[in-house]
């Protein structure tokens, strides 16, 4: 083989790697399938009927995966992944003080995991203000939203690593993702999570 057709073959390969990720960002919609979240599908099953009213816009997957690895900074400062929330049930929100409507659904998370929260269900609200860092904080408190645990990654990469699973174009975005793991659903744009819509599809999350 000469060096003009393996140049050539290289530069096929790049171009349909392109062409792979550029078809993949414009699938937000795509599941990809995975066997290790087999057993997931039955949920997810359950949950798609539920996806009404003020959580119309949640998309539910029909063939769940794991949920991207994130890593974030728990209410201590210390570093820590959505891993070590294995065996609860999550809505895992991204939010912003700059983010208009991330502010407008942050107390209804916040009356969400009072009424639900616990030993099987939380919601992990990550904050990603990369300047302002009291910021966050003073907000929270001052718009009393006290039973969220405070997490938060000021490089943002959180965001970035979404994106980069072509599963994010904007905020706010949330994922809802089971006690095992695997995503079971998302939504791009905020919701109403302390409605009864809510509460009976993150209850199907839950197995209930």
Sequence with gaps: MTSGTKIGLALGVVAALGLAGVAAFYSVRGDAGNGSCSAARTTAQRMKPLARGEVAAVEVRS???????????????????LAAFRGKTLLVNLWATWCAPCLKEMPALDALQKE????DFA???????????DKPKAWLAENKVTALAYHADPQAGVFQTLRQAHKVEGMPVSLIVDRSGCELAIIQGPADWASADSKALMAAAMGK
């Design 116 to 119: 639900i929260g616990g030993s």
């Design 63 to 81: 063939q769940p995966q794991p949920a991207p690895e994130l890593s974030f900074n728990g209410p201590d400062g210390q570093p820590t992944t």
């Design 123 to 133: 919601v992990v609200a990550i904050n990603i203000d990369t300047r302002n860092l």
